[in-house]
């Protein structure tokens, strides 16, 4: 009899397991640096609508220190391609930092950028390049250039997870942020 609510017990456990997985969706997305003045660049992300949660989740790309990242691509830029599974709904990125061994940058306020995740589906949102502000050789600050790298950054996630789902390209219209640490364009 044990043996029976234990086997059915695991049964109802990997179902609700693989349906909760069904559900979600993933998001795929490029983050790294171009120069050597920036070593690490993090967006902290939430639910819209939520308030700032306690542990404070964030997708980022990091060289520095003994966990720091190796490097998926280096073509003017080295970064990774993060692969992340959301429940469905509408997220936001509402606050970011770059930093290097010396200094860390942070948004002076908080921000919206959003972004939805569909169950069953893949949300490409782009390549964010963190780009050094430089004077007189040394970083004083840095942006996101957000752009689309689909074809290199899908390419790394495939051979990441190659059961990702169906993938949609939706860059955010980072310009409509009215923020000097996003851009479109260089």
């Excluded at 939430?46 to 220190?65: F, H, N, Q």
């Excluded at 190796?70 to 830029?77: L, Q, T």
């Excluded at 569909?118 to 752009?147: M, N, R």
């Excluded at 990441?160 to 942020?177: C, E, H, R």
Aim: aromatic share 10%.
């Amino acid at each position: 009899m044990r043996t029976l609510v234990v086997t059915l017990c695991l049964c109802l456990c990997t179902a609700a397991a693989a349906a909760a997985a069904e559900e979600e969706g993933t998001l795929v997305m490029a983050i790294g640096t171009t120069g050597a003045q920036i070593t690490s660049a993090q967006l902290l992300y939430k639910r819209s609508g939520a308030s700032i949660p306690i542990l404070l989740p964030y997708l980022g790309y990091s060289t520095e220190g003994l966990f720091g990242d190796r490097p998926e691509f280096s073509d003017g830029e080295s970064g990774v391609v993060r692969i992340k599974k959301f429940p469905p709904g509408t997220y936001e990125f509402y606050f970011l930092n770059f930093g290097n061994h010396l200094h860390t940058w942070s948004a002076d306020r908080h921000f919206s950028l959003p972004f939805t995740i569909e169950a069953g589906k893949t949300t490409y949102l782009g390549d964010f390049a963190a780009v050094p502000l430089v004077a007189d050789d040394e970083a004083v600050g840095a942006y996101f250039l957000v752009t689309d790298k689909h074809e290199r950054d899908i390419a790394i996630a495939r051979r990441k997870d190659p059961a990702l789902p169906p993938v949609t390209v939706a860059i955010p219209d980072v310009d409509s942020v009215h923020a000097v640490f996003f851009r479109s364009k260089e």
